[in-house]
């Protein structure tokens, strides 16, 4: 089994800034990429930042400059560094993995279980 558990979400004011950290667990043979999506009130599930196993990232160009994502693959971690926050980044953030249980499975996206970033104007 393996889980994906995220932390650092919080009430922040515009301007601030919060750190997103998403460490897997369990049977794990190998990470493929990692992301985090987000999704506010009534609006559809979006990816905000990705990276490969070779360490590309790509962003939603409405964070580009502003949040950086990194993995640490000793640790089986992500994290999402979130600066110069807007009330319009406010939503549930959900780290996602593609995760592979041993050589001889498949892989599979795993989700972590959401956080909260709230940003006051």
């Known amino acids: 089994q393996v889980q994906l558990v995220e932390s650092g979400g919080g009430l922040v004011q515009a301007g601030g800034s919060l750190r997103l950290s998403c460490a897997a667990s369990?049977?794990?043979?190998?990470?493929?990429?990692m992301g985090w999506y987000r999704q506010a009130p009534g609006k559809q599930r979006e990816l905000v930042a990705g990276v490969t196993s070779g360490g590309s990232t790509n962003y939603a160009d409405s964070v580009k400059g502003r949040f950086t994502i990194s993995r640490d693959n000793a640790k089986n971690t992500t994290y999402l560094q979130m600066n110069s926050l807007k009330p319009e980044d406010t939503a549930v953030y959900y780290c996602n993995m593609g995760i592979r249980r041993s050589p001889r499975r498949y892989e599979y996206d795993y989700w972590g279980q959401g956080t909260q970033v709230t940003v006051s104007s």
């Open positions: 369990g049977s794990i043979f190998s990470i493929n990429a």
